[in-house]
């Protein structure tokens, strides 16, 4: 792993382990002036300051190995599209620990695709409701037909909605790594931080 990423990997874990820049300096036998030079990406650490910081971190800061990183981070988007969240969960699980990039876009695309699929869940309950709710109507003699067609619409134009959504969020943000831009997922709860 290269700078900035290397500096923003090792800040990341420091603060999830709750170690201040001392203690981890103290830890590595170094000075803290080398972690914060290291942290904002203005050093890129020895061989001796880069395995201290993963012993003492528990992470592989290993150089960046993985060939094709830009290709990983588009197949994680765009597996985005298919709501499976096996896919992308073994491509994130499996080179995590090789590229910063990997890691960061993979808690992205985990974070939409847990929310999607609590939203799917939800839509399907309402299919599961909306449905039935209609053929009661039907049988008790309220057989209005346009009553029936709008519970249908009602009970079905969550999961047509969210199907548009999956689709589209995928598909932009794989052709936003693609041409090197940020991507972002607009209504995601932050499960995997």
């Given at each position: 792993?290269?700078?900035?990423?290397?500096?923003l990997?090792?800040s990341?874990?420091?603060?999830?382990?709750?170690?201040?820049?001392?203690q981890?300096?103290?830890d590595c036998?170094?000075?803290?002036?080398t972690?914060?030079?290291?942290?904002?990406?203005?050093?890129?650490?020895?061989a001796f300051?880069?395995n201290?910081?993963?012993?003492?971190?528990?992470?592989?800061?290993?150089?960046?190995d993985?060939?094709?990183?830009?290709?990983?981070?588009?197949?994680?988007?765009?597996s985005s599209?298919?709501?499976i969240?096996?896919?992308?969960?073994?491509?994130?699980?499996?080179l995590?620990?090789?590229?910063?990039?990997?890691?960061?876009?993979?808690?992205?695309?985990?974070?939409?695709?847990?929310?999607?699929t609590?939203?799917?869940?939800?839509?399907?309950?309402?299919l599961?409701?909306?449905?039935?709710?209609?053929l009661?109507?039907?049988?008790?003699?309220?057989?209005?037909?346009?009553?029936?067609?709008?519970?249908?619409l009602?009970s079905?134009?969550?999961m047509?909605?969210?199907g548009?959504f999956i689709?589209?969020?995928?598909a932009?943000?794989?052709?936003?790594?693609l041409?090197d831009?940020?991507?972002?997922?607009?209504l995601?709860?932050?499960f995997?931080?």
């Open positions: 792993m290269k700078q900035p990423d290397l500096g990997k090792v990341e874990l420091r603060k999830e382990k709750g170690f201040t820049q001392e981890l300096a103290e036998e170094v000075t803290p002036r972690i914060q030079r290291i942290e904002s990406g203005d050093v890129e650490p020895r300051t880069r201290s910081l993963s012993n003492v971190l528990e992470f592989d800061l290993g150089k960046n993985l060939e094709n990183e830009r290709f990983w981070i588009a197949a994680l988007h765009l599209m298919f709501c969240v096996l896919v992308p969960l073994l491509i994130w699980s499996w995590k620990t090789r590229s910063y990039q990997v890691d960061k876009h993979g808690r992205q695309v985990m974070n939409f695709q847990i929310t999607v609590l939203a799917l869940f939800t839509g399907a309950l309402c599961i409701v909306g449905l039935p709710a209609a009661i109507f039907m049988e008790q003699g309220a057989g209005n037909v346009a009553l029936m067609s709008t519970l249908a009602i079905v134009l969550p047509i909605l969210i548009f689709t589209y969020q995928g932009v943000n794989t052709l936003r790594v041409s831009k940020p991507t972002r997922y607009p995601s709860i932050k995997v931080k």
